[in-house]
């Protein structure tokens, strides 16, 4: 039985070692792993035709030459020369040491599996040094346009736009090259978005359809590759080309009703690099997920357009509703008015029949009744804000009088007696006096009205150093919270007769003079508004 050779992990029987040559001249033609065999000194004693095919090199130049003249061979395509010359040195410094890495090539980029071992003796001792490589440059893509499809899957957004923005840069990234979505207005591209190294591209509104690539990909409505156009007539003298991108891959963008939308294109000058079909797959499904994204964004936009439509319409129908609404309180409130008139006026006329032979009695009645026209015109004008209004210092104790004599027909008939209580040297406020008048009679009004027959009504005025306040408290029937919470709105009234603009126009007047008005009140505790008027200093009267 022959003896056999084993060592750095190969078996070779002794009896064919005299033909060795042959058996490894067969076994290196037959790999697809480009192999270099050097010995200690960096010599290279042999090499196969992968090697030479993957580093563009003649074989029998690297067997041929010295060691810094194949290094110079292959120089040219390595992508980081300096590292890979510096690795070199201290893969031979160690002469048992094995390593797997991978060596990137340009000019074109070519990813390479790389693996060193020693050559060892019999004795065990290295006497040379393996290099192999294996192109990985397809399975390096493959992944890589896994992993950015992946990436691509999970990215979700409401606005459309930033969708296919996002899309857009993927693609940019990844290729590291100009890469356009456009959008096809009659003989127009207009770029819908854009991606790539130059921010200034991102400025360009798009570009004619007879002065591009993607002319050709929407004829045809299918991918399509462009790899150098400087090497095609039909190609070299559009302005792609004559800003030097020369290299194009395109797909048609459709949308899911089926017609043609625009295209999605990356461009550079990477001639040098070949395009596949890998490429336009790749770029296939990202055309469809930003064919959706471009219908969903059309579909907003039609959406926000009949929103807006109805919007517009629902404005219409409600200022009709308004103006409906306005009709109708003032109907109503014309109507309450003559009645109020009318009541007076029949209660003039039928005093004065009583009293005809006693004018002293008759004159009394008809100043009652006049006094009630009074009260009616100062609520009437409440309700109205003044063309202009002027301001000055206001006693407000001279304007609760005012008030309070007024309304004395009114509190004599209900039986109310009002506490007033005004402390000696009250400051004066700011503000329109009979504008205030208004403001107190709505507000005595509102208390009387919410009062039962005989409580009473208290009025209580107390300064502070920037106001004067003034609190009006009956012992009514008070309010619900939700009652209150719409209080001073217009046409809210808690009352079913009222109109519900006494006290609106109460905080319309105490606004204008920049105070404030609020309201504390239960359901049957009555009710006590405060009323903060600012004090008058000197320069603040005005008109």
């Not at 200034?200 to 929407?218: T, V």
């Not at 336009?280 to 499904?285: A, E, V, Y």
Request: net charge negative; aromatic share 6%.
């Amino acid at each position: 039985m022959d003896p056999i050779s084993c060592r750095s992990g190969v078996v070779v029987r002794d009896s064919l070692i005299k033909d060795f040559d042959d058996v490894v001249r067969a076994v290196l033609s037959a790999t697809d792993h480009g192999f270099l065999l050097t010995d200690l000194n960096h010599i290279a004693i042999a090499c196969n035709e992968s090697f030479g095919a993957q580093f563009g090199v003649d074989i029998q130049g690297v067997v041929r030459n010295d060691v810094e003249s194949v290094r110079a061979m292959v120089r040219d395509r390595i992508e980081d020369p300096e590292a890979w010359e510096k690795n070199l040195i201290e893969v031979y410094g160690n002469p048992m040491g094995t390593q797997i890495d991978e060596l990137i090539l340009h000019q074109p980029t070519v990813r390479l599996r790389r693996y060193t071992g020693p050559v060892v003796s019999k004795e065990g001792t290295a006497i040379g040094r393996i290099w192999t490589f294996l192109d990985v440059t397809s399975e390096a893509r493959q992944k890589k346009i896994r992993e950015a499809l992946a990436e691509a899957s999970i990215f979700f957004d409401s606005q459309p736009r930033r969708v296919y923005e996002y899309l857009v840069d993927l693609l940019s990234d990844h290729y590291g090259s100009l890469v356009l979505l456009s959008v096809r207005y009659g003989d127009f591209m207009r770029f819908q978005a854009v991606g790539g190294p130059n921010p200034e591209a991102k400025k360009l509104p798009g570009n004619p359809l007879a002065d591009s690539y993607c002319q050709f990909c929407l004829q045809s409505q299918s991918p399509m590759i462009i790899q150098d156009a400087r090497t095609d007539p039909l190609y070299a003298n559009l302005l792609p080309a004559s800003m030097g991108l020369t290299r194009y891959a395109g797909v048609p963008i459709m949308a899911p009703s089926g017609h043609l939308v625009g295209t999605l294109c990356i461009l550079d000058d990477r001639s040098h690099e070949p395009l596949d079909d890998e490429d336009l797959r790749f770029l296939s499904l990202l055309a469809v997920r930003i064919s959706y994204e471009l219908d969903r964004e059309n579909q907003l936009r039609s959406l926000e357009g009949d929103l807006a439509a109805t919007e517009k319409a629902l404005r219409g129908i409600q200022h009709r509703l308004i103006q409906n609404e306005k009709l109708a309180v003032t109907g109503m409130l014309s109507a309450s008015i003559s009645h109020d008139i009318r009541n007076i006026l029949s209660a003039i006329s039928t005093e004065m029949s009583i009293h005809a032979d006693r004018p002293a009695e008759l004159l009394k009645v008809i100043q009652s009744q006049l006094d009630r026209f009074a009260v009616l015109s100062h609520r009437l004008l409440s309700y109205a804000a003044p063309k202009e209004m002027s301001r000055a210092p206001v006693d407000v104790k001279n304007v609760l009088q005012s008030v309070l004599e007024l309304l004395r027909g009114h509190l004599a008939v209900s039986g109310i007696m009002v506490d007033l209580s005004v402390p000696p040297h009250v400051p004066d406020v700011n503000g329109d006096p009979v504008r205030l008048e208004h403001l107190f009679v709505n507000l005595v009004l509102n208390a009387i009205q919410a009062s039962k027959p005989g409580s009473p009504i208290r009025i209580a005025v107390e300064p502070h150093p920037n106001f004067v306040l003034v609190e009006v408290s009956d012992s009514g029937k008070g309010m619900t919270p939700h009652q209150l919470a719409r209080l001073f709105e217009p046409f809210s009234s808690t009352r079913h007769e009222g109109f519900g603009l006494g006290l609106f126009s109460c905080r319309q007047i105490v606004e204008e003079v920049g105070g404030k008005i609020s309201v504390v009140s239960q359901p049957n505790q009555g009710a006590t508004f405060s009323i903060e008027l600012p004090i008058a200093y000197e320069g603040h009267s005005d008109n």
